[in-house]
């Protein structure tokens, strides 16, 4: 305390001196425009440079922190990525016209989903085998359709599997129609191309051009109407010359063929024990 | 140190105050007025300073120093400035006058010609009003940007107010009284 004493005694005229001229600078801040904006401006730019500096220094020993949280950050986000790739992917894949209308209409269907355990497009007469059968709800005469077309009718059954009749082979014959016009035919298959069918028996009255869809037409009551089949890609004169003789683009590529679904018609068993007993009775009479 | 009766001490005041007085007035009047091309204003009231013994107490000359300065201030519509330079100048008197007395030179010397001879008495008022000047102008300016400006206004000033403070020193040791 006395020491401190001394020192005050001993340097008092710099206290003294302190005090004055800061006394003068408040006088000269507080009278004169121009330094107090000078002094102002200097002060804060001073301090804005030392609050950079604190900040950057700040940065920098937070960084190691920011690098783990980016880390985890980046996982999370790749992790999204991937499922909207996904979601993407299934999206725009269903996206045709085409393929949505299909869509549309198999929705209002009794649909029975089914993978293909066998399959051949080599033969003439092919068959396919799907993993599910009568226990499914699966009968005889049921039509198997995909994503992009029609697949065939459903030939035999056992419990837990069934043979489809592809349109691959030489027995199979599906109404079809053109669509918009109502003209129709059936469809066949002459062996040879996996992708292209024959629509027979079109009038020769019917007007219609390359490129126009192929659809059922619903009269077998097999498959409902309005489902695509493919598009005309050629036009020829039939055999005897009645009639013309389209050759169809399929929809649907057999040889790639995996997931289908089997069409339940709810009043097919009706219709067909209707048109039993009509034949009956044609041939009774 | 000093055995001053307080008659001395009242008769030292009031001289200390009569010069005071005509300084600053001197300064309102005449030199304020005086700007040798446009850049120089000798401002001779740093010569209180110079008057003040050896051995004065410091306290006393930066008390001194902080009124005349702010008095001039308030004359000269400068606020701040002048104080904070002569309190400075207050501050450095004493040592530099320590320094360049003769090493013979009585313990409460008054600095003049007579005491100190002509050159040594020409230095040490240089480097007083030096230091006052220096300080005043970048009060001033506050800034070295227009730094050769400053500079010219410096130095020419600083040389005119030395001149004028020589001449009055010159005018009082002629007459051979001293404070």
Known sequence: ??????????????????????????????????????????????????????????????????????????????????????????????????????????????????????????????????????????????????????????????????????????????????????????????????????????????????????????????FPPGIFVGKVSAIENSDDGLSYKLFVHLGTDFSRLQNVAVVAQEFQPEVKALEERADSLAAKN | MFKFTLEDMVIIFLQRLLWLVALVVAQMMVFNNVHIFGYATPMPYVYLLLLFPLGTQRWLILLWGFFCGLLCDVVSLTTGIGAAAMTLAAFVQPPLLRLMAPKDAAEDMHPSFSTMDFWPYVRYAAVVTFVFCAAYFLLQSFTFFHILDLLIAFLSSWLLTLLVCVAIEGVRGGRKKSL
Request: charged share 20%.
């Open chain 1, 1 to 222: 305390m006395r020491a401190l004493l001394d020192f005050i005694v001993r340097y008092y005229h710099w206290f003294l001196f302190l005090a004055l001229e800061g006394l003068s600078l408040v006088l000269l801040f507080r009278f004169n425009h121009y330094q107090s904006s000078v002094w102002l401006t200097t002060a804060n730019t001073v301090v804005g440079h030392m609050d950079t500096w604190q900040q950057q220094a700040l940065r920098y020993v937070n960084l190691g922190k920011e690098n783990q949280e980016l880390m985890r950050r980046n996982l999370v986000l790749e992790y999204n990525i991937s499922l909207l790739t996904d979601q993407l992917a299934k999206l725009t894949h269903d996206s045709t016209f085409t393929e949505r209308r299909q869509a549309e209409r198999f929705d209002s269907l009794n649909m029975i989903p089914a993978r293909i355990v066998t399959n051949s497009v080599l033969y003439r007469n092919n068959f396919l085998t799907i993993d599910v059968g009568e226990r499914d709800g699966v009968q005889p005469e049921m039509g198997v359709v995909c994503g992009t077309g029609i697949v065939g009718i459903i030939y035999m059954t056992s419990d837990h599997f069934s043979i489809v009749l592809p349109l691959l082979n030489s027995r199979s014959h599906i109404s079809c129609r053109l669509r918009g016009t109502g003209y129709f035919g059936y469809l066949k298959w002459d062996g040879r191309h996996p992708m292209y069918a024959v629509l027979d028996d079109i009038p020769r009255h019917a007007h219609f051009k390359v490129g126009d869809i192929v659809e059922t037409s619903g009269f077998s009551n097999v």
